[in-house]
T-cell receptor, first 114, second 110 residues
Framework: EAGVVQSPRYKIIEKKQPVAFWCNPI?????LYWYRQNLGQGPELLIR????????DSQLPKDRFSAERLKGVDSTLKIQPAELGDSAVYLC????????????FGEGSRLTVL | RKEVEQDPGPFNVPEGATVAFNCTYS??????FFWYRQDCRKEPKLLMS???SGNEDGRFTAQLNRASQYISLLIRDSKLSDSATYLC???????????FGAGTRLFVKA
């Protein structure tokens, strides 16, 4: 079974440019998360989806960040315009049903803003 | 105060040593608890869940103390391959809000 797939793996852009990250969760997983992880820190939640509904976006900087999961499957996270402080690894994770609570992560998208 | 706090370490231990990590959480209504392992430049992966009665998986033992709101992970007979960052994870009641600690780095030396 395929795991969580993210792209691109690496992205280098100049500040003020836009960038987008894509995530395809494990088939059948209704819950999808976007996390941001800075060096030496744990993942910080940006947004959580239940199917196509964003149920927790309280930590998403809405002035420049947006996300969508139109059909309740794959998702896109966008930053426009990017700032130097946005350099981080953007992790997508999905969780299936049941009460295990286990999150399955993609390999992440490493963003460098110059 | 952060919702989940861990000692960042690093912990430098020789092979064969026993090492313990602690983690505290602030939300008394938290429902589920986990330890994840993250290797350098890799994604986090579930190491083990933490149950109220305590649980063991080979050389790893996890404990939960709800009264004091802390979780522990004990690693016995450390191996070089145990070198990684260990993330404490707390799941909130109902909404499946998953909060990660900052992680504790472990280096096991030959």
């Amino acid at each position: 079974e395929a795991g969580v797939v993210q792209s691109p793996r690496y992205k280098i852009i100049e500040k003020k440019q836009p960038v987008a990250f894509w995530c395809n969760p494990i088939s059948g997983h209704n819950t999808l998360y976007w996390y941001r992880q800075n060096l030496g820190q744990g993942p910080e939640l940006l947004i959580r989806y239940e199917n196509e509904e964003a149920v927790d976006d309280s930590q998403l900087p809405k002035d420049r960040f947006s996300a969508e999961r139109l059909k309740g499957v794959d998702s896109t996270l966008k930053i426009q315009p990017a700032e130097l402080g946005d350099s981080a690894v953007y992790l997508c994770a999905s969780r299936g049903g049941g009460n295990t609570g286990e999150l399955f992560f993609g390999e992440g998208s490493r963003l460098t803003v110059l | 105060r952060k919702e989940v706090e861990q000692d960042p370490g690093p912990f430098n231990v020789p092979e064969g040593a026993t090492v313990a990590f602690n983690c505290t959480y602030s939300n008394s209504a938290s429902q589920s608890f986990f330890w994840y392992r993250q290797d350098c430049r890799k994604e986090p992966k579930l190491l083990m869940s933490v149950y109220s009665s305590g649980n063991e998986d080979g050389r790893f033992t996890a404990q939960l103390n709800r009264a004091s709101q802390y979780i522990s992970l004990l690693i016995r007979d450390s191996k070089l391959s145990d070198s990684a960052t260990y993330l404490c994870v707390v799941l909130s009641t109902g909404g499946f809000k998953t909060i990660f600690g900052a992680g504790t780095r472990l280096f096991v030396k030959a």
